[in-house]
Nanobody, 116 residues
């Protein structure tokens, strides 16, 4: 299983970016798909997840600004990021999990840089 992440870049504060995560297999196979991020000298943290039933979780600091979605027909999950802040600067990682058996898959990171 491979996860291909894309969409990072440099944006000014207040701007928007959309990240994409495309799976090599059927995305509906995964119970949960999501995004984590890691800023320099920080631990990796969960940003947003969406499960196969559409249940969504967000990190508190991104609620109202970020929107996660998944398109099963395209085997792709998206993270729409609006009103970006400098503190959103990080490497963003796509993640997918299966439950039975439990498996945790990670894509390569994509760098998001928000300038003030």
């Amino acid at each position: 299983v491979q996860l291909q992440a894309s969409g990072g870049g440099l944006v000014q504060a207040g701007g928007s970016l959309r990240l994409s995560c495309t799976t090599s297999g059927d995305i509906s196979h995964f119970n949960t798909v999501g995004w984590h991020r890691q800023a320099p000298a920080n631990q990796r943290e969960l940003v947003a997840t969406i499960d196969r039933y559409g249940f969504i979780k967000y990190k508190d600091s991104v609620k109202g600004r970020f929107t996660i979605s998944r398109d099963n027909a395209k085997n792709t999950a998206y993270l729409q990021m609006n009103s970006l802040k400098p503190e959103d600067t990080a490497v963003y990682y796509c993640n997918a999990q299966t439950l039975i058996p439990y498996r945790d898959y990670w894509g390569q990171g994509t760098l998001v840089t928000v300038s003030s």
